[in-house]
T-cell receptor
């Protein structure tokens, strides 16, 4: 079965410092992986996606993620945090042959201190 | 890009009444719509999958008669919470895959905060 695990439920950084949000996946097939961001009481916005092309994926708002098959990881990074980055982040996988259903990680809440 | 418009964004209703939530795909045809429920500080839980022109598929443990889903057209899917009770209070979100296929990334509605008093 395919799954994703977000290793941290909460991450706190200072404005201007790097962000690292960790995600590990479990998959028998080459996975399709996504990172979404959710601000309070809002829907989810796609940050970036990996679909077996380049292993380093660049997304919106300066975020990027690297697919590492040997480590089964897809960690999200940003060189310099901004106050507006404070939100909930979800790592998501689309399982193979399950009608397009999404499997969500538990979510990581990112706090950014001034 | 693809946009899913979800309404209302916030609704308060009395216990025992019904509430309808609408999701419209604005610039693409959504043959499938996924409905999620999210409790505070938790991840999204898939409730059901609606398909245009056929019956919705519900996840295990989700009451079909409580959460009525209709996908009447290629641009509209609705979720009706019937005889709502306080325990139904939650954040409901819809999502649809883009025309190019699911692997391009789903589009989510902005969510509906339901409070049952």
């Amino acid at each position: 079965a395919q799954s994703v695990t977000q290793l941290d439920s909460h991450v706190s950084v200072s404005e201007g410092t790097p962000v690292l949000l960790r995600c590990n996946y479990s998959s028998s097939y080459s996975p399709s992986l996504f990172w979404y961001v959710q601000h309070p009481n809002k829907g989810l916005q796609l940050l970036l996606k990996y679909t077996s092309a380049a292993t380093l994926v660049k997304g919106i708002n300066g975020f990027e993620a690297e697919f590492k098959k040997s480590e089964t990881s897809f960690h999200l990074t940003k060189p310099s945090a901004h106050m507006s980055d404070a939100a909930e982040y979800f790592c998501v996988v689309i399982p193979y042959n399950q009608g397009g259903k999404l499997i969500f990680g538990q979510g990581t809440e990112l706090s950014v201190k001034p | 890009g693809a946009v899913v418009s979800q309404h209302p964004s916030r609704v308060i209703c009395k216990s025992g009444t019904s509430v309808k939530i609408e999701c419209r795909s604005l610039d693409f045809q959504a043959t499938t719509m996924f409905w999620y429920r999210q409790f505070p500080k938790q991840s999204l839980m898939l409730m059901a999958t609606s398909n245009e022109g056929s019956k919705a598929t519900y996840e295990q443990g989700v009451e079909k008669d409580k959460f009525l889903i209709n996908h009447a057209s290629l641009t509209l899917s609705t979720l009706t919470v019937t005889s709502a009770h306080p325990e139904d209070s939650s954040f409901y979100i819809c999502s649809a895959p883009p025309m190019g296929g699911a692997y391009y990334g789903y589009t989510f509605g902005s969510g509906t905060r339901l409070t049952v008093v």
